[in-house]
């Protein structure tokens, strides 16, 4: 009988934990929710964008 072939091992994926503004855009609003959560509660941040000359930061949001 031919060798049984052994399944290759894969990492598992890293949860992500910064995001940035415009990426929060195109999630569903569910996912949305938790992340801004998650945010909010300091366990993920959010990425600094500039825009319009003007610095904004997760501080400056509210």
Partial sequence: ???RKELPKYERPVSKDTYH???LQG???RQFTVVVRRI???QNR???CRGNGREVTANSLG
Wanted: aromatic share 6%; hydrophobic share 40%; no cysteine.
């Fill in 40 to 42: 909010l509660k300091g």
């Fill in 27 to 29: 999630l569903p609003p």
């Fill in 1 to 3: 009988m031919p060798r």
């Fill in 21 to 23: 503004t415009f990426g």
């Fill in 46 to 48: 959010l990425v600094t």
